[in-house]
């Protein structure tokens, strides 16, 4: 006979029995409603809740800590299509950025799971339309399906789908949603509920049914987001860990050993990779980053700094608490902070509760987002914390950012919000008018529309390079205000990128970088654009200009191009003279844009 069902999971027969109650038996859409009902209702919360990006699907959101970063998303959307469908290559190694040698894309946040969702739309409607197409669809289907994925976990942990609602509505609409709403991999909080609620699953009733869901689900979020692989993976350990009474803990061993090797089998490709290239990392997390992208105390209990009335003040409260960075989006419903408190001090009294578990999991991912030491009102305490023990684990050491487990402490936070509402809720007659307006503070509380938009385009003149042939340099370098604009030029020209990349994206190993930042490179570009290079004789000075034009020869540059907008008259007039110097001719300009040719 089997075991006791674990003290923290629901039987899948009081689910049935819920659910036999809540239908008439002769309607299959009666029976269904349960679960299409609510992914109707979070589709139109997914619309509402990004206006008015439904009506300007051209556009992008570009305010905020990560408003710059939607650039990067853009490429990598593209380069999922012109790798897959126009190269027939590998989209895991890119040979068009870091040219002549090209980087591997394992530790780029790729999110290529999304970048293969998107190659319909894309073929639709080739370019940069279709890619910001592309893009506006995996947002509206991102908050979609964080809604609906939230309702179900909750839903399957306490019974009570109105709660579930509740708990959907304050996922999708959270502070950590809008605020990563351009980073597609941290976008992506359906992943968490997703594998969560099949984690589950497996623990109630391992079979080979579920164990083969959750080992394709785990492989899809590792192609979407290989940070949110990480957690979950943390999040299913500490679950199984925090288990007292198990059903079968053999047969759990054997479907867990299953979807692992599924999730293994289904990721082949990138482990191939890793084996081929290593996972070496110029961005690597130093602890000088860690601890600057770590969760101050008082983030967890702001309110939503996105919010038209009091966002201001939050705004420039996070800012001071984190040096001016404008990242931290970490806020929180109040409603659902105190009906979560409420849950958990009942769980904590009960030592038999079904939800002491949750409380943990809750507490855990809290504690993980604050860092390695503790940061109170802007001081950094010294104070140590258990994240530093994650740097023992494989790939956390590369986890820069800990403030982004708040993702996995918001989503315990709703689930004993859902709970407690059952509880406080629990023989009110007007119940389903209490949810509705629990649901609508919730809303209010989170509220952040309408989304500031703006238009994303891209010079014509780069288009006119589709064609050519050898590399381009994009001139000149990105500063702050104009991140990855080579980037997003490049879906446009198709040519490989010489120059070093800006900050982290893509994520390529030191020796790569090096190359890109070698001395004679660095040499070239000075003579090239700022009239640089050291007085010589009329000798020394030939044979200086004769081994640029070898390098350049070397690195196939063909093609140079100008952004008039970030270079003053005298550096234009530089850079002008440079290229003239070294054989560049220059073929058109417009849209601020002047392209210069060398023959081969």
Not at 154 to 176: E, H
Not at 441 to 464: C, G, H, K, N
Not at 495 to 509: K, Y
Request: glycine share 8%; net charge positive; proline share 6%.
């Amino acid at each position: 006979m089997r075991k006791a069902a674990s003290t923290s999971i629901d039987s899948e027969a009081l689910l049935r029995r819920a659910s036999t109650a809540e239908a008439p038996r002769g309607s299959a859409v009666a029976r269904a409603w349960p679960l299409l009902g609510p992914l109707a209702f979070f589709a139109c919360v997914a619309i509402a809740g990004t206006w008015p990006l439904v009506l300007r699907p051209d556009e992008l959101m570009m305010s905020g800590g990560g408003g710059r970063d939607g650039l990067i998303f853009l490429w990598n959307l593209w380069w999922a299509r012109e790798a897959l469908c126009v190269q027939g290559s590998s989209p895991l190694f890119t040979e068009l950025l870091y040219h002549p040698h090209g980087t591997a894309l394992l530790l780029h946040s790729l999110a290529l799971g999304y970048g293969v969702l998107s190659l319909p739309l894309q073929w639709l409607a080739p370019g940069l339309g279709g890619v910001l197409l592309a893009n506006t669809a995996v947002i509206l289907g991102s908050f979609w399906m964080t809604g609906w994925l939230s309702y179900l976990l909750v839903r399957r942990l306490t019974q009570d789908r109105g709660a579930a609602i509740v708990a959907g509505l304050a996922f999708t609409l959270s502070s950590f949603h809008y605020g990563n709403l351009p980073r597609l991999h941290i976008l992506a909080l359906e992943c968490l509920p997703l594998v969560l609620l099949l984690f589950l699953r497996v623990l109630e009733r391992p079979n080979v049914a579920r164990a083969l869901a959750l080992g394709l689900a785990s492989a899809w979020v590792l192609w979407v987001s290989l940070e949110y692989a990480l957690f979950l993976a943390l999040a299913c350990g500490l679950l199984l860990a925090l288990e007292r009474h198990a059903l079968d803990r053999r047969r759990i061993a054997r479907a867990l050993a299953l979807a692992a090797l599924t999730a293994l089998l289904s990721t082949s490709p990138f482990w191939q990779v890793a084996y081929a290239h290593g996972f070496a990392s110029s961005s690597a997390s130093s602890a000088d980053l860690k601890e600057f992208f770590s969760a101050d105390l008082l983030d967890l209990a702001l309110p939503v700094a996105q919010h038209p009335l009091w966002g201001e003040p939050v705004r420039a409260l996070q800012q001071r608490l984190h040096r001016g960075h404008p990242g931290f989006e970490l806020g929180q419903s109040y409603a659902v902070l105190l009906l979560a408190g409420f849950a958990a001090r009942n769980a904590w009294r009960s030592k038999h509760s079904r939800w002491r578990p949750w409380v943990l999991f809750t507490a855990v991912f809290g504690v993980l987002a604050l860092g390695p030491t503790l940061h109170l009102a802007g001081l950094r305490t010294g104070i140590p914390l258990p994240f530093r023990a994650l740097s023992w684990l494989p790939l956390f050491e590369q986890a820069r950012m800990p403030f982004r487990f708040f993702a996995l402490f918001q989503l315990g936070v709703i689930a004993l919000a859902a709970e407690g509402a059952t509880q406080l809720l629990r023989g009110v007659r007007s119940r389903r008018l209490a949810l509705a307006g629990l649901s609508a503070v919730v809303v209010f509380e989170t509220l952040s529309i309408p989304l500031p938009l703006q238009r994303v385009d891209i010079p014509a003149p780069y288009a006119r390079l589709a064609n050519a042939e050898g590399a381009l340099i994009d001139w000149p370098p990105p500063d702050e205000a104009h991140l990855m604009l080579p980037t997003l030029h490049q879906i446009a020209h198709r040519r490989p990128l010489v120059e070093d990349q800006i900050w982290f994206f893509p994520r390529a190993s030191a020796e790569v970088r090096r190359t890109a930042q070698s001395p004679e490179l660095r040499a070239l570009l000075t003579e090239l654009f700022e009239g640089g290079g050291e007085a010589a004789s009329a000798a020394e000075d030939a044979r200086r200009v004769d081994a640029r034009r070898a390098l350049l020869r070397q690195l196939d540059v063909r093609h140079v191009a100008l952004r008039h907008a970030e270079l003053d008259a005298e550096a234009l007039a530089r850079a002008q003279r440079g290229l003239q110097r070294y054989g560049f001719v220059h073929v058109e300009s417009g849209a601020g844009i002047s392209l210069f040719r060398r023959s081969p």
